[in-house]
């Protein structure tokens, strides 16, 4: 019923910048939380950062005051600037939304995006 597509990965060098997007998709009544998480290989999956359908956030303290993420609720889009990269911030980044289906039950779910590749060479 929803789908996340995102966008955005790559390779850059140590330093450099990326802006990561993820789309929503489908049918469904609103957008509560949106996520970024990321998981590189041997790890588990860890939280990056969180916007609320209000525009409050939330970061790790890894990825802080060099990730910015916003959204844009009119295109049901999430975004992740990530600037001064470091090599251990290669992961592949996940998209999670929190979504309310339909205005007659208010019960949340969670859909997640397949993930995108970002590799940052020393």
């Known amino acids: 019923q929803v789908q996340l597509v995102e966008s955005g990965g790559g390779l850059v060098q140590a330093g450099g910048s990326l802006r990561l997007s993820c789309a929503a998709s489908?049918?469904?009544?609103?957008?509560?939380?949106m996520d970024w998480y990321r998981q590189a290989p041997g790890n588990q999956r860890e939280l990056v950062a969180t916007?609320?359908?209000?525009?409050?956030?939330n970061y790790a303290d890894s990825v802080k005051g060099r990730f910015t993420i916003s959204r844009d609720n009119a295109k049901n889009t999430v975004y992740l600037e990530m600037s001064s990269l470091k090599p251990e911030d290669t992961a592949v980044y996940y998209c999670?939304?929190?979504?309310?289906?339909?205005?007659?039950?208010?019960?949340?779910?969670?859909?997640w995006g397949e993930g995108t590749q970002v590799t940052v060479s020393s």
């Open positions: 999670k939304a929190v979504v309310r289906l339909s205005m007659q039950k208010t019960y949340l779910y969670q859909y």
């Open positions: 489908g049918t469904f009544f609103s957008i509560n939380v």
């Open positions: 916007i609320t359908s209000g525009g409050s956030t």
